[in-house]
């Protein structure tokens, strides 16, 4: 009975510390209309669900340096930074964005539409202010006719002036021809003049085809996405019927690309001014008359969620050089949310089952047993909520094979107590000698276990450290529940009952 | 008092030739299936692309198989979840998989504008990356294998030491066999479950040889084999309490857990079968054929 006080002293300050780390977990997932600022702040000291639980995607990033003079490593912190940008004004809720080895980044979105998030990040976002040259078309269209059907060209069995046709009054094509077009400008590259070039339309419908419209600009950019300070999303204002119930985005200039701007539509009234985003020509307005606002605005067929990310992605700048996912795994909120309920499933019909059968098979004993392994659940979500822990699939797992596993000792120890009350020693002897003897063995099991999951810890990539993790906690927990606090309720009772006859 | 084993006297030694006779034709078996046949790895090490598709209404493999046809991948893997035939994991290896999503995509609304279809899933993995993966994953399995040979020698006599690492060994050669022959899918996940299992696998060895440690030293007038058998018999019902109850454990994930986890389950529930009889007859097999071989028991 050796300090019994203060070792139920022990056990009842470990679970009140343990009630207190574990407070803001139940919050969290069991309250519902928290204010955003609690959320928040409860989140900082909570259970963090896996993205395979929550749903949402993890992406493992790489840029391609290729063929750019830049520093490799300059390049990787600019796009790093400009990633940061769009993904924070993206606003989802805790979103992760790390640099990892050999230069990649790895961006962590919950729950987010995925094909939107891909083309957020991805877009490389170079915007240009360029003038058409609408006057050259036709003479430059003839010379390529004629070069085309002079020599060695015979490949081409048409015109290049039999593919074009309007779309409402614009030149354009249909767009399957897009690749004749593509190699009849490349093959006729010579007869182009270099301050000039041909750049096409986004794909859209008109009267019934799916076709590209084609424009003539100039090569030199007048502005480019640098000169922009601010971009929102906004309804369409332009008056042009065909973009009703479209929206746009409004650029706003940084100063001295405001006075550029001024004195580009200054320059050039009367003539389109195309907007161009990542090679394909957004709009080309008519420019009526001296723009000295410092704003512009691009229209188009945008919906609502189109514009306002075309603005993110504007405002926070363009990519150095493109992006290329080298890895990602994304799970639909559906499959989140059937993982979570099987796995809360499996864990309590293991627990329910195994408590059940350690209730049978060593009767009161074993109920101190479910005691310690309810306790040792209860330490495990604690510990995982004090440090913030994330918890995956995997990590579920973890917890179902902690229970199994954690009744190992309970075993060995009841086992222990039974051979010592077999040879016919008093209760109390036996259940001290019992749980000494057992203690080594329970000990140095338990340490190969825990060692595997420190290696697969430190190792193991994404979900599968949640198995470490869960399983490293439960497993040295279990000495605390199992061992520790089982030998004080042993000890409790047998002295304050007087108990004679162990029902073990 | 409920005991499933009142004092159990089975004479595991005197058996010990037919666990030995059927590990050696399992082994043989195994090692033919991983050389010969190879694991199936998973995207993570391959490198590829992954999608599980649930449609509204059931579809047959063969109809997927068509589709994918359709876009150049006609030998991707197809498996299929559940009984209802809507839902499905379509798989694929190799270079440039970034592709592969957006292709599938567009072909099944071409080829099945009326069946309405969710992803539930969907992975991507450069082969750059899967090799990268697979090699820290091989550094850390040996790694743990060191830690382990480690803690086991100075642990254990180098009698014990040495058949708990052969039982080690034979239990991860074991499963993997079972999960070629099944042709299960060898991912990150999987090869954490086998590293679970060899933890188990000693944690067992651990036991069972502490305690015929303690018979050895109490027993000193016993035949060997004798002393072998008693910490066999009196660790047996902890042995079939433990694995039972990890068991049921095992058995409610691969049940209950969904299909992300089914195959990690799978691999755990026959590792810790396969850990279970070999603690028993190889381990304690090994150590009695040496003590025969070389006797250090003094008479």
Known sequence: MRHIGLRIGIVIVAVLLGIYAIIPTIRLYTEANLPEATKIALAKRAIHLGLDLRGGMHLVLEVDTAGIEEKPDDLRDRAFEIIRNRVDEFGVYEPVI????????????????????????????????????????????????????????????????????????????????????????????????????????????????????????????????????????????????????????????????????????????????????????????????????????????????????????????????????????????????????????????????????????????????????????????????AFRGSLTMPGIAGIALTIGMAVDANVLIFERIREELRIGKTTRTAIDQGFARAWITIFDSNVTTIIIGVILFIFGSGSIKGFALTLTIGLLSNLFTAVFTGKVIFNYFTYKFDVHKLRI | ??????????????????????????????????????????????????????????????????????????????????????????????ENPEGFAPALKTVLSEDFPDNAREFLREETVEPKIGKELLSKTIWAVIIALVLILIYVSFRFDYRFGTAAVIALFHDAIFTLGVLVLTQRELSIVVVGALLTIIGYSINDSIVISDRIREKYNKMRREAYNVVLNTGLNETLSRTVLTVGTTLLAVIALLVFGGTVIADFAFTLLIGFLIGTYSSIFILAGIVSVWEEKFPKKKK
Do not use: C
């Open chain 1, 98 to 385: 790390e640099r990892q080895s050999g230069g990649r980044m790895l961006v962590q979105l919950p729950g987010v539409d995925r094909e939107r998030a891909i083309e957020l990040i991805k877009k490389v976002a170079h915007l240009e202010f360029r003038v058409a040259a609408d006057d050259r078309m036709a003479e430059v269209v003839e010379k390529i006719d004629q070069y085309l059907q002079g020599g060695d060209t015979l490949a081409f069995d048409q015109p290049f002036s039999s593919y074009i046709m309007t779309v409402e009054r614009d030149p354009g094509f249909d767009y399957r021809d897009e690749d004749s077009i593509v190699a009849m400008l490349s093959r006729a590259r010579e007869v182009i003049p270099e301050d000039i070039e041909f750049v096409f339309g986004p794909r859209e419908q008109s009267e019934g085809r799916e076709v590209k419209r084609l424009y003539l600009l100039k090569t030199a950019a007048e502005l480019t996405g640098e000169a922009i300070r601010d971009a929102r999303h906004g309804p369409n204002q332009s008056g042009n019927l065909q973009y009703a119930g479209s929206w746009e985005i409004d650029l706003e200039f940084k100063r001295e690309a405001a006075r550029r701007f001024a004195s580009i539509t200054g320059k050039n009234v009367n003539k389109r001014l195309a907007i161009v985003l990542d090679n394909v020509v957004q709009s080309a307005p008519v420019v009526t008359e001296r723009i000295p606002q410092g704003r512009a605005s691009i229209t188009g067929r945008f919906t609502a969620e189109q514009a306002r990310d075309l603005a993110i992605v504007l405002k926070a700048g363009a990519l150095p050089a493109p992006l290329k996912i080298v890895e990602e795994r994304t799970v639909g909120p559906s499959l989140g949310r059937d993982s979570i309920e099987s796995g809360i499933r499996a864990v309590l019909i293991a627990g329910a089952v195994v408590a059940l059968f350690m209730l049978i098979y060593y009767s009161l004993s074993g109920f101190v047993a479910d005691l310690a392994l309810l306790l040792n659940l209860f330490f495990l979500l604690a510990v995982l909520s």
């Open chain 2, 1 to 94: 008092m409920i005991e499933i084993l009142r004092n159990p006297t089975i004479d595991f030694i005197a058996k010990r030739k037919y666990g030995f006779i059927f590990s050696a034709v399992v082994m043989v078996i195994s090692l033919a299936l991983i050389f010969v046949r190879g694991p199936n790895f998973g995207i993570d090490f391959t490198g590829g692309a992954l999608l599980q598709i649930k449609f509204d209404q059931a579809i047959t493999t063969g109809a997927l198989r068509n589709s994918l046809s359709k876009i150049g991948r006609g030998s991707a893997q197809i498996q299929s979840l559940g009984v209802a035939k809507t839902e499905y994991i379509v798989r694929v290896a190799g």
